[in-house]
C-alpha cells in the first residue's frame, strides 16, 4: 500500500560523499518526521538524523558536521546528504516516514560500505 524508495547507497572509500534519497508512494497520510537509521553489523539500529516538517533537524553525534538531512515535501523526498565518510559509517541504513497521526513507514534499507 505505501512504500518508501531508497536510492544513493554503494561502496565508496573514506573521505568520500554519498547522497541517499528516500521517495514514498501510495496512500500516505501527512509526514511530520522524516528521518534515517542505520545498523551496523553486530549493533543495533541507531538514529542517524530527522528532520520535521517545518525545518527543524536533529543528527546523531558521530555524524555532526558531516551529513545533511533535508526534505521536499511535495516530493514526499527526504535526503542524506554524507560527506567525509569514514569506515565506521558502513552500515545499513534505512529511511523512516512517521505521519501526524502517528503512522510509521520503513524503507527495505540500503547498503552504504566505505572502505579504508
Known amino acids: 500500500q505505501v512504500q518508501l524508495a531508497e536510492s544513493g547507497g554503494g561502496l565508496v572509500q573514506s573521505g568520500g560523499s554519498l547522497r541517499l534519497a528516500c521517495t514514498g508512494s501510495?496512500?500516505?497520510?501527512?509526514?511530520?518526521?522524516m528521518g534515517w537509521y542505520r545498523q551496523a553489523p553486530g549493533k543495533q539500529r541507531e538514529l542517524v538524523a530527522h528532520?520535521?516538517?517545518?525545518?527543524?533537524?536533529n543528527y546523531a553525534d558521530s555524524v555532526k558536521g558531516r551529513f545533511t538531512i533535508s526534505r521536499d515535501n511535495a516530493k514526499n523526498t527526504v535526503y542524506l546528504q554524507m560527506n567525509s565518510l569514514k569506515p565506521e559509517d558502513t552500515a545499513v541504513y534505512y529511511c523512516?516516514?512517521?505521519?501526524?497521526?502517528?503512522?510509521?513507514?520503513w524503507g527495505q534499507g540500503t547498503q552504504v560500505t566505505v572502505s579504508e
Open positions: 523512516k516516514f512517521t505521519s501526524i497521526t502517528g503512522i510509521e513507514y
Open positions: 528532520i520535521i516538517k517545518g525545518g527543524s533537524t
Open positions: 501510495g496512500r500516505l497520510f501527512t509526514i511530520n518526521v
